[in-house]
C-alpha cells in the first residue's frame, strides 16, 4: 500500500503527435489554426480517458471501503459468539462504539498523523497534516492520487480500517474488562498508535524508505491490534475459572458457534476489499491477483488449522478451523501482491498451523484471549510480515539474500515495541485512574447485568448446571 | 393420595405418557433436568481444552395419582421407561397432604 | 436524487476541431475524403469513452441497488432481535413476503406511477408512464439517463427502494397484528402512496419544481414508513402489558441484541448504496463525499445517541446506540451530498440526540412501537429534511435566507399530510373489513403460533418465569 | 457463460481513419511523418479506451465473484436453520471446510478440467489444461478475455461457484452423515464431476456444442449439487424418526429460522453476483436486465411459494416463503439473460409452486432432506433448465419450434446420468471403506458430541421434552 | 411444615406471588416445566407435517410453609391462580420432614 | 429413605456435588430454577423503561437418600452450599414411601 505508481497516461501521445503535426505544418497559416484544433480534440480525448479511469479506480477503492466496513460486523459477531451469552451485550456495544469512535477520531486527527504528506514532525517518524479532513481544491479531482481515488475515497477506505485494530482488542479482552476504562484505554490507540506507527510506512515514513514491506497491513493493522490487546491482558489477568489452582486449563466455551461462523465468513468477505482495496486502483490485474492469494491462503489456513487441531486435539474443532481461515487471511496480507498461487497457499498453511500452536501457547502461559485474536493477528502477523522476507520476488528464495527479511524484522520489532509501549502506558493509567477490570461478583453475574443492566437473550432459558470439572464458578 | 417423581430417559417419555394413558392416567407435569449418577456424563472439548460434563439430561416427570392407582402406575412407569442399559433412572414416591383443581377448588381425589 | 446532470461530453470538441480542419481545408478534393476518415475516427472515440463512462456508472447504480437490498435482511434481523421470541416467525414472514410485493408492484405500477416522464395526469402530483417495465429502445443505451444508468439499472436500484417504506412499518407493529390484514394494509402504501409521493419530487413534480429538497429520501422514503406506521400504531393499539393502568410503562425487551446489532450494521453497510446510489452515476468527487458525510454522521449519532441514553436512563443500552446509528443515518440522508464532514457530524450528532429523546416521547403518549421506527425513520427523517435548509450550501448559515428551510417544511408537511390520510384509511378501512388485530390470547401466547402454527426456536426452553413488576401477560 | 462476444473495439476506425491519410498524403515526405506520429497518437486513445473498458468489466467481475463467495454464508445459515441444535457444529463445521476444499482443489484441477480451452482429451467431453493455476503472458492483460477479466478474475470468480454444489449437499445429507466419510465423498464430486459436466457446456465442450443453454448454472451447479445429494440422501437413509412405520410423516423442525431466513437473504444477495457475473463482463444492458430478471423470479417464487404452501398445507410457512425465494432463483438463472420481465415472473412463480409440490412428494417416496435442497436446486433446475426451451427468445413460444427444448432435455439428462453414477459409485465406496452414516445413539444425542464434542449453544438450556405425537427418539 | 407444588399458568405468576406476599409469604421457588391433562396442547406445523405439541407450558411454584400458614396459603393459591378456564393447574401438599437456611443453619420454622 | 431438596447458588453446585460425593453419595438430580426470597433481584433497564427482576437463578437439587445417611448428607450440603451472604438458599427433606431403579426394578434401600 506504500507509494503509488502511476496508474496511466493515455493519449499522451497522442497530444505530442498533434503538437508535432502542428510544429511541421507550421508553414501555412490556414493550418495553425486547423491544427490548433486537432490539439484540443485530442487533449479532450486524453482528458475523458483518464476520467473513465479515474472513475473505475475510485469506484473500487470506495466499494473495498465499504467491505472493510462490514469486517466490523464480522468482528462483532465472531466476538460474540466465542464469549458466553451473559457478556454479550458488552461486547456488542464495545464493538458498536469502537466503530463510531475509530471514524470520528480518524477525521479527526488520524487520517493527518497517518498521512502527514509532507508535513513531518520529527522526518519519517511523526508527522502531522493539519487538523479534521478537508479535501481541498485538487483532492476531489484526478490530480489528487494520480487518477486512483479522491481525497474523501482515500479517507473512507482508512477510516474503515483505523477501527479494525481496536474491534481486534475488544475480543481479547472480553467478559472481564469495564466499560468505560476499556473505551478510554483503547481511543488513544486508535486515534494516537495506530496512525502513528501506520505513518511509518504508509504515510511515507522511516520504515518506507528502509524498505519494509507490509502491503495490506499483516503487521501495521493487525498485529498492532495484537500487541494494544496483549498488553490489555495482561494488565487484566485471565477470566475467574480459567486457570484452576491446581494448573489445569479450563475451557470457557462461546456460546453461539452459529455467529462465531457467521464473522469469520463476512471477515473472509470484507477481506477482499482489505486486500484487495489496497492495490490503491482497480488495476485488473494486480487486484483480481490479490483476490486469488487472499482467497488460497484463507482455504489453506482453514483446513490445515482444523487438520492440525484434530491430530493435537482429538477433535474436529470448528473454532480452530475458523480461527485458521483468519490466520490464513492475516498472513497473505503483508504480500498478497506478490505471491503466487502456491506461495498464498504455503503462507496461509503455515498460518493455519502456527495458529493452533499459538492458541495452546498462550494458555500454556495464562494469558487469556478467549477468541484467540492476539494468535490470530498477532503471531500470524509477524508470520506473514516475515513471509514477505522469504516468499515472493522481494524474499529469500528468489533473492538468496536476507535483506528484504531483515527489514521485515525491524519494521515487526518497532512497531511491536512502540505500540506495547503505549498500550502498557495506557492500560496501567486507565487501571489507576479508573479501574479496568470488573468485580468477581459481576464477573460470575455477567457484565451485561453488571455493566449494562440488560440482557441480550431474555427470551432463553440460561443454563447454570455446567459442566462438573471445567467450573465457570 | 401419591406423586410419583420419575428421572426418565428423555427418550423414554412418549412411551410412558402412552403406557399411563393407556391406564386412564392422563395428567401428569414434566421437567427438563440433569442426572447424575452411574451413567458417566460426555466429553467436551473446545480449542485444546477438555471438558468432563458429568450431568446427563434427564426428564424428571411428576404423576399425582390415588393411592390405588399407584403400584400399577409405578409399575408401568418402570415397565415403559426401561431399556435395560445403564441411566434409565430412578422413581421416587411420595405421599401426598392435599391436591386441588384451581380451576374448580375441588380436593383430593376429586381433583385427580 | 432530483434532475440529472450531464454525465459527460469527452471528445466532443474532437469532432468539432476535425470538422473544422474538414472546413478549412475544403480547398483540396483527396482532403475532403482524408478529413471525413479523421472525423468518422474521432466520433468512434467520442463513442468509445462515454460507452466507458456509461459502464461505469451503470455498474455502480447495480452495485448500489444490491446494497438497498441488503437493507431488507437488516431491517428483519433488527426488528426480530428487538421483539420477543413468540414473534419471530410471523415478522420475518411479513418481513420476507413484503420485499416480494414491493418488487412485483413496483414493476407492475410503482414505477410507472413515480417516474411518469412527460406522462402527467394531474401535473405535478399525479402520474402514469404505462403499465408494467419495458426498456424499450433507448432504454438499453447510453441515450436513456445520459450515460448514468440503463432502464433495468434505474428499475433495479428504485425497486430496492420501494420495499424500504413497507418494512419500517413491520417493525412498528409488531407482535400483535394479524398477518393478512397487515399484508392488506401495507400493500397500497408501497404500490400506490409511496410512488405517488415519490413522483412529486424525484419524478420531477411540484415539490421538485418548487425547490424541496431530498438527496436520498429521509422525507420520501423514511418518514413515509414512519407516518404510515404511525396510523397503523394508532388504529392497532399498544401491546398488552406495555403500558400499565397505574401509568407506569412495561419495557419490553427484545429478544435476541445480536440480531439486531447484526441488522444495524447492514443497515449502515445498504445505506452506502442507498445514499451514494442516488448520486445517480458514479462521479467520484460526488459519491465520494456521501459516503464519507453517511458515515460520520452514522458515527455520530451512534456515540451521541448511546451518551444520551446512558445520561438520561442511567445505563449504556446497546438498543440506543443502535438506533442513534440509524438516526445519523435517516438524519444525514437528505442532504448527503450537500454537507462538509463537519455539517454531517453535527447532523448525525442531532439526530443521535432527537432519538433517545423522541423514543421516550412516543411512549409517554402510549403510541407503542417496538422498534422505535417511528423516532428513527419519522422524526429523524423531519430533523434530516430540515437540516438542509440549516446547514450546507443552500441553508440559513450559508445562504441567510429561510427560504430553502420553507421548501423543506412544505415537503414535510405534503408528504406527511397525504400519508397519514391514505394510511389511516387503509388501517381503518382494513380494520373494519378484516379485523386488525390477533386476540389477546393469540397475543399472549405469541403470533408464531396464532397465525403460523410454528415455532421460530423450537429447540431452546423459552422463558416464562419474567420479571415481576413489568408483566408480560 | 458460454463464449464470449467481443466486449469493445473503440477508436479502431480511428486507426483506419489516420491510416487512409497516411496513404493518401504520401506525396509529401514532411506528411509521412506528421501522419505517423497521428497514427501513433490514434493508437494510444484506442489503448486508453479499451484498457478502462477492461478495467471496469473486470472489476465486475471480481465483485460478482465475492458475491457468489458470501452465498456460502447463506448456505451455512440456511442449512443451520432449518436443523436442530443438536448438529449445529456439524453442519457449520462441514461447510467451512467444503469451502475450503472447493476452492483449493478447483485451483490444483478444477479449473483446469472444466476449462481445458484447446486441451480436449475426449473431444468435447474430457479435457485438461494442465494442473494448478497461472497466468502466463497474457493471462494478465486484455488479450486473455478480450477485454472482459484477467485469468485471475476467471479463476477466481469460477472458484466460488465450485464449492457451491457441495454445499447444497451438505444440507441434505445434514443430520446422520458421518464427518469425514462425508468429506471424502464430496471432494471428487467438487474436484471432478463438478467440472467435468461444467466443461461440457462452459468449458466449450458437446453441449455447448450441441446448442444447449445453460446461463448461469441451473443444471451446471444447482442440479449437479442437487442430484449429488439424491445418491448420498437414498444411500444413507432417512433421519432417525423422520418416517414413523405407521407411515406416517414426522417433521423434524429446524432450530432457528432467523438464521434460515438470513441464509436466504444473503443468497439472494449473492446471486446477483452469480448470474449477473454470468454475463462475463460489465455490458450494461445485460447485466441489468439479468439483474431485472433475477429479481423478479426470486420475488414471485417466494410469494407464490408461500401462497402455495398456505392453501396445500394450511399454515403461513416461513420456510416455504424461503424455499419459494430460492426456488425462482434457481429457475430463472438458466436463462436470466435471455427472458422478459413477464417471462422472469412466470418461470419464478411456477418455480414457487413447483418447490412446494417437490418437498411433499420426496417426504411421500421417504427420501429425506432436511432442507429441500433437492427440491429447490434439483426439481426447480430441471424447470430452470427447461423454461428456456419454453420461454424468451429460443423458447417453444417465441420460435415455435421444439428444437431448444431438445437441447435442454438432453443437457439436463445427461448431466443428471452422470453425476449420478458418480456420486453413487463415490456414496458406495465410501459407506463401503470408511462406513457412511453415525449411529443411532449418537444421531439421538446428536452429531455436534457425537462427531466433534461440541456444543453450539452450550448456555442455553435444550429442550428435551418435545411434542408427543412428532416423536424425536 | 408442608411444602406446596402448584402448577399454574405462567401469566398466573404475577398475581400468585403478589398474593402470597400480602400474606407475609415472600420465599417461593419457581420452575419452568410443561403440563399434559385436560387442556390440549397446540398444534404446529412444518413443511407439509403437522405434530401436535401434548404439552402446555407451565410454572411450577414451590413454596414451604409453616403447618399453621398452610390453608391460608393454599386458598390464596388457588384463589389467584383461578382464572376458571381449563388448565388453571393442579396443586399439591407435602409434608416435610426439615427445613434448612443454609445461609444460618437455623432449621424448620425459624428457616420459613 | 428421605429425599433431600436444596435450593443452592448455582456457584455452589460443584463444591456441594463433591462433598457428597465424598461421603459416597453419587447420585442427584439438578434443575434450574428461579427463586423468589430475601436476596432482591436484579434492575434491568431498557429503552428508558426499568424492571425489576424478582427472582435469582438458582440451582435445584435433589437427593435420595437412606434414611441414616440423611443427617450427614444434609449437613454436608448446608456446609459446602454456605458462603454466610444472603440467597444462599433453603434445604428441604421429604420422606420417599418408595425408591426404584427403572433399570433393574430394585426398590427402595437397594435402588439408592
Ligand atoms: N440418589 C439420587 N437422588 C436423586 N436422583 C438420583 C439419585 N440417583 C440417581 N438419580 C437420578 O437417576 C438417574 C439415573 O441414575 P444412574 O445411576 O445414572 O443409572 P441407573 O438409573 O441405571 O442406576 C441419574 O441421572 C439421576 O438423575
Ligand atoms: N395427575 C397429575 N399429576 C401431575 N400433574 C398434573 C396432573 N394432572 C394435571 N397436572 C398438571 O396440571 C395442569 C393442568 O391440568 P388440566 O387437566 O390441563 O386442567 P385443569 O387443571 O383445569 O384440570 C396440567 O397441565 C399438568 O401440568
Ligand atoms: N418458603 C420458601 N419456599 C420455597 N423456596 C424458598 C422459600 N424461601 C426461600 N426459598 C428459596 O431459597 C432461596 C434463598 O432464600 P433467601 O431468602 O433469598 O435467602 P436466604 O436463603 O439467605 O434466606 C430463594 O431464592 C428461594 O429459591
Redesign the interface.
Known sequence: MVGCKTILRPGLGLVMGVALLVLLAGVSPTWAQETAEAVEAAEEAEAGISDAMFTVNNLWIMIAGMLVFIMHLGFATLETGLTRSKNTVNILFKNTTIVCIGILTYALIGFSLMYPGDGWGIGGILGWAGLGVSAGEEGQTIAYADGAYTYWSDFFFQAMFAATAATIVSGAVAERIKLMPFLAFITPIVALSYPITGSWQWGGGWLAEMGFYDFAGSTLVHSVGAWAALAAVVVLGPRLGKYAKDGTVNPIPGHSLPMAAIGVFLLWFGWFGFNGGSVLSADAAGVSLVLVTTSLAAAAGGLVAAGTAYVVNKNADLTMALNGILAGLVSITAGADLMSPVDAILIGAIGGAIVVFAVLAFDKVRIDDPVGAISVHGVCGVWGTLAVGIFGAQGLIATGSPAQLGFQLVGILSIMAFTLVVAFACAIAVKALLGFRVDAAEETEGLDLGEHEMSAYPDFQRVYIKSYHAREI | M??I????K??A??DV?AKLASLGI?????????????QK???????????????V????LKV?VKSEDLDKA?DA??ES???????????????????????T?ETDND?L
Do not use: N, Q
Open positions: 401419591h406423586m417423581e420419575a428421572v426418565i428423555p427418550s417419555l412418549d405418557k392422563l395428567g401428569c407435569t414434566a421437567l427438563e433436568c440433569k442426572g447424575f449418577g452411574k456424563g460426555h466429553t467436551e472439548r473446545y480449542r485444546g481444552g477438555r471438558m468432563d460434563v458429568g450431568f439430561p434427564k426428564v424428571m399425582a409405578v412407569i418402570i421407561a426401561r431399556t435395560g442399559s445403564v441411566g434409565d433412572g430412578k422413581l421416587f414416591v411420595y405421599e401426598l397432604g392435599k391436591v386441588a383443581r384451581i380451576r377448588g381433583a
